[in-house]
């Protein structure tokens, strides 16, 4: 059954919200230390708030390239198992066009969620 | 994050009395004693010993007993009592690292400890980057990196305790084992370890001293430049460009990633002060190996922090959180690959 506004993602955003604007002065001023740690925190949430957003369609999009690429259905972990263990042997490399097609598309779509910033 | 109660700081605070008042001859007075920021195991605290009216600024460097060490920090980092003794060898070969002053006794019950001086500036990279009193010392931190990393490979190894020797194969074996330990599936550390394997370089005939983790973060600096190299524990003999070609992984330029050597010079800049200082000439392909291992190093080691907390070895958010920086490493091995292949 879905649940009432917020949503996951609203909801994440509100507590880094207050947290970001409200607890991490607080903290800043009286514990230091804490302070840090309440960013880290704050940093996270973030995260989890692009996850919610934007992980499904990235898990989909994923999962269908594998399973072109590997010529069969299965689990998303199944087929990077399968995925890992052929690159591991070597019976793939980085001059399988598609395969690197694959991990340039899955690498933008893990990036934009954990840190899009970064360059 | 572990509790330290001030018991345990008088503690330390009796113990490193006793401890000091031995080593000068003297009575020591021990004042303004801190516990730095720093793992629950390896703890690193600030003091000062008041002997005969002069003061001493000191670093107390401490493995409490009974501390549970994951399987992989025993393997890879050396005891404090090895550490010691490389501290030493580096210093009296002229190293800028700390002047190591003493160890304590299994009698003390401090734990794996030693004590060295306390050298002056700050480690925290975006000061570092952007705070203008080291606006005149950024220019010149590429090139002093490079001398003092000469300076380290120089050491005698005669003056070294037993070091483990780790040569490209051993830190590539070290890596798979560590990714399959954690149980989850990498395709693009994997593709970067393969990639890896087929080009390492050959061991050497003579490997030296190489310091393990010689990267922004672990050097100090004031506004003169660098003062002193820290963070010994993962020194090792092996291949001396490791070091170069860690220095210059994306992940220590703290934003400045036009500036590969730690966020504050070229290569070439890095290299050209290292060869003028006594090292060897840097091959440029070799360099380019050890930043592409370093990227993937780093990545599994993101990996590695988050699992300490996963598998309840100690409990942290902030260990926790690293894991997902994982990728920004994955992003890099990808650039890097296409750049060197």
């Given amino acids: 059954m879905a649940q009432d506004r917020p949503t996951a993602a609203e909801l994440l955003t509100a507590i880094a919200d207050f947290l970001r604007e409200e607890a991490m002065p607080a903290l800043d001023r009286t514990e230091p230390r804490l302070g840090f740690q309440m960013r880290v925190a704050v940093n996270s949430l973030a995260i989890l708030e692009r996850e919610v957003r934007l992980g499904p369609a990235a898990d989909a999009r994923e999962h269908e390239r594998l399973v072109g690429l590997l010529g069969h259905e299965a689990p998303l972990d199944e087929l990077n198992r399968e995925l890992a263990r052929q690159l591991r042997t070597g019976e793939r490399d980085e001059s399988d066009a598609p395969l690197m097609a694959h991990l340039e598309a899955t690498i933008a779509d893990k990036i934009a969620i954990a840190n899009p910033k970064w360059r | ?341």
């Avoid at chain 2, 220019?139 to 002093?144: E, N």
């Fill in chain 2, 1 to 341: 994050m572990s509790v330290h109660t001030s018991t345990e700081t008088e503690t330390v605070a009796r113990i490193l009395a006793e401890a000091t008042s031995r080593h000068f001859g003297s009575p020591a007075a021990i004042e303004a004693l801190s516990r730095q920021s720093g793992g629950a195991s390896r703890q690193t605290w600030s003091f000062d010993a008041v002997v005969k009216g002069e003061r001493h600024a000191l670093i107390l460097r401490r493995d409490p007993p009974a501390q549970r060490k994951t399987e992989r920090e025993r393997a890879v980092a050396i005891d404090r009592a090895t550490e010691f003794r490389v501290l030493r060898a580096a210093y009296d070969s002229g190293v800028r690292s700390p002047e190591p002053l003493f160890e304590l006794t299994p009698e003390d019950r401090l734990g794996e400890a030693y004590v060295m001086r306390r050298v002056g500036g700050i480690a925290i990279a975006r000061k570092l980057l952007r705070d203008p009193p080291y606006e005149a010392a950024r220019g010149k931190i590429a090139g002093q990196l490079g001398e003092i990393l000469a300076h380290i490979h120089a050491t005698e190894p005669a003056t070294l305790p037993p070091l483990p020797r780790r040569e490209a194969a051993d830190h590539i074996a070290e890596l798979r084992r560590s990714l399959d330990a954690l149980g989850q599936p990498q395709p693009v550390f994997e593709l970067a370890l393969t990639w890896l394997d087929r080009r390492k370089p050959a061991p050497l005939d003579r490997p030296v001293l190489v310091h393990g983790d010689y990267r922004t973060g672990n050097y100090l600096v004031d506004e003169t430049g660098v003062t002193t190299i820290l963070d010994w524990e993962l020194a090792h003999l092996g291949d001396p460009v490791e070091d170069l070609g860690w220095l210059c992984v994306k992940s220590w330029r703290f934003g400045a990633i036009d500036k590969p050597a730690g966020g504050f010079g070229s290569r070439a800049e890095l290299w050209a002060a290292y060869e003028r200082a006594g090292g060897g000439t840097v091959d440029p392909v070799r360099a380019h190996w050890w930043e592409v291992f370093g990227t993937a190093h780093w990545g599994i080691i993101c990996l590695n922090q988050a699992f300490k907390h996963l598998s309840g070895s100690i409990k942290s958010m902030e260990h926790a959180s690293i894991g997902r920086r994982a990728v920004e490493t994955e992003v890099d091995l990808l650039q890097l690959l296409k750049q060197g292949a």
